[in-house]
């Protein structure tokens, strides 16, 4: 919400929204704690997916989990080996922290995340749609050069 003083946190709306991105970093660096340090993969804390248990196929997430902590350890071709949409998705999540804090600081987010320039604003959710769609069909062939979009570690024996 604009006012004539910049962003208008002073209102009701505004401390609920600040109060709630503050929630989603906190979630954020929580979870980056917790299955860091604390939960490795392989363990028995380590959550599954859910849909790879119950079909044998690969979701769009299957990987994402290992894949992050691949790239926090340095691991950045490892990390994206196990799930080549984090390519995507984690440059998009990090600038839409960046706006997040600088909400949470009172000034205005810099780039148009929320509100992307038309016609972006309609064809970007159906083309993410797409691609996901298409990733999710396609890293469930099992034929030459399919199986580079599956999991590594869902691979081996």
């Given at each position: 919400?604009?006012?004539?003083?910049?962003?208008?946190?002073?209102?009701?709306?505004?401390?609920?929204?600040?109060?709630l991105?503050?929630?989603?970093?906190?979630?954020?660096a929580?979870?980056?704690?917790?299955?860091?340090?604390?939960?490795?993969?392989?363990?028995?804390?380590?959550?599954?997916?859910?849909?790879?248990?119950?079909?044998?196929l690969?979701?769009?997430?299957?990987?994402?989990?290992?894949?992050?902590?691949?790239?926090?350890?340095?691991?950045?071709?490892?990390?994206?080996?196990?799930?080549?949409?984090?390519?995507?998705?984690?440059?998009?999540?990090?600038?839409?922290?960046?706006?997040i804090?600088?909400?949470?600081?009172?000034?205005?987010?810099?780039?148009?995340?929320?509100?992307p320039?038309?016609?972006?604003?309609?064809?970007?959710?159906?083309?993410?749609?797409?691609?996901?769609?298409?990733?999710?069909?396609?890293?469930?062939?099992?034929?030459?050069p399919?199986?580079?979009?599956?999991?590594?570690?869902?691979?081996?024996?």
């Amino acid at each position: 919400m604009l006012t004539a003083r910049g962003l208008g946190h002073s209102s009701g709306l505004g401390h609920r929204r600040r109060i709630l991105d503050i929630i989603i970093l906190a979630a954020q660096a929580g979870a980056l704690i917790v299955f860091g340090f604390l939960i490795k993969p392989g363990s028995a804390l380590y959550p599954p997916c859910p849909f790879h248990t119950l079909t044998g196929l690969h979701c769009p997430g299957c990987g994402t989990a290992r894949g992050i902590l691949r790239i926090l350890g340095g691991d950045i071709l490892g990390g994206l080996r196990q799930n080549l949409l984090l390519a995507l998705t984690l440059p998009l999540l990090a600038l839409a922290d960046i706006n997040i804090i600088f909400r949470v600081f009172g000034r205005k987010p810099p780039l148009p995340l929320e509100n992307p320039p038309q016609p972006w604003g309609k064809l970007l959710p159906l083309a993410a749609a797409i691609l996901i769609g298409a990733f999710w069909i396609l890293r469930n062939i099992p034929v030459f050069p399919f199986t580079f979009l599956a999991p590594e570690a869902l691979l081996r024996p």
